[in-house]
């Protein structure tokens, strides 16, 4: 399985960027896929999840009302709609299946994207 994340780049705060996770391999469709993101010195966390079909969703507190995550099982690519960007969601984003339902633990996700970079700032 192999997941690319594109997308990224600079914006003001206010922006909006929308990342495109594009998945490779048999059987993804059966997952949930998972948002991470880790800015310079800060652990890994989660920002949002999407289960197999699309009908369910979870956000990270932070993002809620801003991101919203969706996916499209014809074309095996996942996206996550970023809104009324802060500075403090500069952070490289990663892309990542899930091994359970619509969990938000770093250990609930196996295979990663390499990530791409989202920089927030005036």
């Known amino acids: 399985l192999q997941l690319v994340e594109s997308g990224g780049g600079f914006v003001q705060p206010g922006e909006s960027l929308t990342l495109t996770c594009r998945v490779s391999?048999?059987?993804?469709?059966?997952?949930?896929t998972g948002w991470f993101r880790q800015a310079p010195g800060k652990e890994r966390e989660a920002v949002s999840c999407?289960?197999?079909?699309?009908?369910?969703?979870r956000y990270a507190d932070s993002v809620k009302g801003r991101f919203t995550v969706s996916r499209d099982n014809a074309k095996n690519t996942v996206y996550l709609q970023m809104n009324s960007l802060k500075p403090e969601d500069t952070a490289v984003y990663y892309c990542?299946?899930?091994?359970?339902?619509?969990?938000?633990?770093?250990?609930?996700?196996?295979?990663w994207g390499q990530g791409t970079q989202v920089t927030v700032s005036s």
């Open positions: 990542t299946r899930s091994t359970t339902l619509l969990g938000m633990g770093l250990y609930e996700y196996d295979y």
């Open positions: 391999g048999v059987g993804w469709e059966k997952y949930a």
């Open positions: 999407i289960s197999n079909t699309g009908g369910s969703t």
